[in-house]
């Protein structure tokens, strides 16, 4: 199941919304039927284990359709329930669920297979479930970094987080050119910066520093990628200038920053894959320039944001920048004259 059906279905049942990192780490199955040798096609166990993720594939598909119209009913009134919605799909889930099963049971030692079932269980929202058999599989091929890498997802969503962070180095360790991996490592950073200081044994500022890093090298990998661009480019707003010793040398600081932070910005907007993602950039770059003074720009970034999405982000700016505009007002100037009726 996709990372969307995962959010419309929690959004269809009321759920509580999942942790932040769940929303921005790139879930990777670990055994993609593309990276199937050719070899195994001669492997009968391999043809039944492809089969079998084909059907897990295609009863996803058809659970995500099933959302799609009852989110987008007609008419509400005779929309099918949350209840029957769920009951549906876990009527799609179930004959796979246990197809899997009966697979590993077969087939003890198939590393594989746990991890085709493990990421079954990652994906239709069982985490703690996966957990188990994912470790499994690491177990029976502790040479795949995709084991690493998804079971650190899960313990950056669920807990405990801190053994998110040797499995996502291992993960890297052992596939140093995935860009994925760099880039859930370095949201991982990012957000769980406290965890971050203990684990790397350093101050909140080399922390940023760290994720500035990883980001950098998945970005060397994945140019082309928007939302790696636009995470590199967040991670300036943590970033402090550092001291300075007048009030001149902090102001060309904050310049700098406010400088590195819009070339990133703007690097992202190169690579926005529609309308949706530029106007989010625009925002960005219009808080930057207001953060610096630079009202002009401001006001023209402001301006290309039409998207109702952005309207309640794109009125605070204009409030901050029509109070940064107005004119200052002398402590000890009079009050003025009361209008006359």
């Known amino acids: 199941m996709s990372d969307l059906l995962i959010g419309a279905l929690g959004v269809l049942l009321a759920t509580d919304p ?4 769940s929303n921005i780490v790139t879930r990777t199955t670990g055994v993609p039927l593309a990276a199937v040798a050719p070899a195994d096609l001669a492997d009968p166990v391999m043809v039944e284990l492809r089969q079998l993720m084909a059907d897990d594939d295609a009863a996803q598909d058809k659970a995500q359709k099933l959302l799609d119209l009852a989110e987008n009913a007609a008419d509400p009134l005779t929309a099918p329930s949350a209840l029957t919605v769920r009951g549906r799909i876990d009527e799609l889930f179930k004959p796979v669920r246990e197809r899997y099963q009966e697979f590993v ?3 003890p030692d198939h590393a594989k297979g746990h991890m085709a079932y493990a990421s079954f269980l990652h994906d239709t929202g069982g985490e703690e479930e996966a957990i188990a058999v994912y470790e499994k ?3 029976l091929d502790p040479k795949d970094p995709a084991a690493w890498n998804n079971l650190a997802n899960i313990y950056a969503h669920i807990g405990p987080v801190e053994k998110s962070f040797p499995y996502y180095d291992e993960a890297i360790r052992l596939a140093p050119d995935e860009p994925t991996y760099q880039h859930n490592f370095g949201t991982l950073v990012f957000l769980f910066r406290r965890d971050a200081t203990n684990y790397f044994r350093c101050d909140e500022q080399a922390v940023f520093t760290k994720a500035l890093s990883l980001y950098d090298r998945a970005v060397k990998l994945d140019p082309r990628n928007f939302p790696l661009a636009s995470d590199v480019a967040q991670t300036f707003y943590g970033i402090k200038p550092p001291p300075t010793a007048t009030p001149d040398e902090a102001r060309a ?3 700098r920053l406010a400088d590195q932070a819009m070339a990133s910005w703007t690097n992202a907007m190169g690579i926005a894959r529609d309308a949706v993602e530029r106007e989010g950039v625009h925002l960005h770059l219009a808080r930057w320039n207001l953060r610096v003074g ?3 720009p401001t006001r023209q970034h402001l301006a290309s944001v039409t998207n109702e999405m952005y309207l309640q982000m794109k009125q605070r700016l204009e409030r901050n920048l029509a109070e940064r505009r107005a ?10 004259a009361p209008k006359e009726p």
């Open 137 to 139: 599989a690491r177990s």
């Open 253 to 255: 600081a904050e310049i």
């Open 327 to 336: 004119p200052a007002v002398p402590f000890d100037a009079p009050a003025a």
């Open 105 to 107: 049971r077969k087939h």
């Open 18 to 21: 999942p942790a932040a990192l």
């Open 294 to 296: 630079r009202h002009d």
